[in-house]
């Protein structure tokens, strides 16, 4: 009877489980549909899940709509240096952190408290920065101000107090600074923190929108992002070739979030959280 009541909790767990899949999938699934619906569809009600006719002239219309391949070329310029800058300063930041020198407790909270700060109102003082070092429509706007992450940093330096001090203790003993101990040692150890911080700028580089519509004019120098308002106009907004095109967008990262999701996994079960 204590087998048949632990196998029916088990089978209404993975139920709630399925139910909340669906539901989290929902809208991927939604914008997946419509990419194929006409537009007399889209209008329909009630709603139809699945289009009468499954047709790609939403997704051709959509790919000639916008020169698709510039915009991709400079996201994935960006979405690639971000990522690589960010955990290199952020690696080198966390450890250096988790030496407990004089006011070591305060840069640390004071870096923890940046993370309370709305990034929208840093923008015009971001702004003025870019303007003053003439890096408006460039490539050094769209980078620089975002390889700084504080999440990245206390990331790192959670993980390196999860690290025993006598792996530290011996590579000192055999002559190892600090520097080389970081390159040989705690950098390769970090690998699957590494690779998460990596895919989180990857994610937010990618669905950039804001901070590249303000300080980039120049249509060479524009983000997958801004592509998809050329769907939207005065006239309205054609959905269905939206929703194609945000297919274009969203399917590259879900392919490298399923590829990459195990080491996200084992980073964050290898951060816990240790003063």
């Known amino acids: 009877m204590k087998k048949k009541k632990i196998t029916l ?3 209404i767990l993975y139920l709630l489980l399925f139910m909340i899949t669906l539901l989290y999938n929902f809208p991927i699934f939604w914008m997946i549909s419509t990419g194929f619906k006409s537009s007399t569809e889209i209008y329909r009600y009630p709603p139809s899940l699945l289009p009468d006719n499954f047709s790609f002239d939403n ?20 979405a690639t240096i971000v990522p690589i800058l960010r955990i290199i300063l952020s690696a080198f930041a966390g450890y250096a ?3 407990k020198f004089k006011g070591s407790k305060i840069i640390f909270f004071a870096m923890l408290g940046t993370m309370m ?8 003082a971001k702004y003025i920065i870019i303007k003053n070092l003439g890096w408006i429509n460039t490539y050094y706007a769209l980078i620089v101000p975002m390889i700084a992450s504080a999440f990245s940093i ?19 003993i055999d002559g190892c600074t600090n520097f080389r101990y970081m390159i040989s040692i705690g950098i390769p150890l ?3 923190v590494s690779i998460t911080i990596g895919l989180l700028a990857f994610i937010d580089e990618w669905n950039s929108t804001l901070w590249p519509l303000i300080v980039i004019n120049n249509d060479k120098l524009r983000l997958v992002q801004i592509a998809l308002k050329a769907f ?11 929703m194609a095109a945000c297919c274009f967008v969203t399917i590259p990262v879900l392919i490298l979030f399923i590829i990459l999701q195990k080491q996200f996994i084992e980073s964050v079960a290898s951060t816990g959280i240790k003063a």
């Open 9 to 11: 909790w088990v089978l």
């Open 59 to 78: 997704f051709k219309q959509a790919w000639i709509a916008t020169p698709w391949w510039r915009y991709l070329i400079n996201t994935i310029i960006v």
């Open 97 to 99: 952190l988790t030496f």
């Open 117 to 124: 700060i709305p990034e929208e109102t840093t923008l015009i």
């Open 154 to 172: 206390f990331l790192f330096r959670q993980f390196y107090l999860t690290l025993p001090q006598e792996l530290q203790d011996a590579a000192a």
């Open 190 to 192: 970090s690998k699957s």
């Open 232 to 242: 939207s106009d005065d006239r309205g907004t054609t959905w269905n070739q939206l």
